[in-house]
Nanobody
Framework: QVQVVESGGGLVQAGGSLRLSCIVS????????MAWFRQAPGKEREGVSC????????YYPDSLKGRFIISRDNAKNAVYLQMNSLKPDDTAVYYC??????????????????WGQGTQVTVSS
């Protein structure tokens, strides 16, 4: 049984940082591209970042480049999202996702193999 468990969310002031973690079990982690998505109240879920199976290739929407950094540790079956210079607009539930072998150019709209339960990030102004 595949399990995807996020942690690290919380309340932070604008300008602060948070690091989200995601631990995956039940599959061959180093065969999988991994991604983070988020969903704010009243908005559609959006892709935040995607990393290839080896961490060499990472992808971000232009709006988040330079503030968010995705990384992974295959020895720990873990993927991370470092979020810096946080803004109130970053407030959302953040989800970890198992993407399959690749981060395709369409990764933000592709089907996801497995989702985590989400972790709440709240940025106060």
């Amino acid at each position: 049984q595949v399990q995807v468990v996020e942690s690290g969310g919380g309340l932070v002031q604008a300008g602060g940082s948070l690091r989200l973690s995601c631990i995956v079990s039940g599959l061959r982690f180093d065969n999988e591209a991994m991604a983070w998505f988020r969903q704010a109240p009243g908005k559609e879920r959006e892709g935040v970042s995607c990393t290839s199976w080896d961490g060499r290739n990472t992808y971000y929407p232009d709006s988040l480049k330079g503030r968010f950094i995705i990384s992974r540790d295959n020895a720990k079956n873990a993927v991370y999202l470092q979020m810096n210079s946080l803004k109130p607009d970053d407030t959302a539930v953040y989800y970890c996702a198992v993407m399959g072998p690749w981060c395709l150019s369409s990764w933000r709209n592709d089907p996801v193999n497995y989702w985590g339960q989400g972790t709440q990030v709240t940025v106060s102004s």
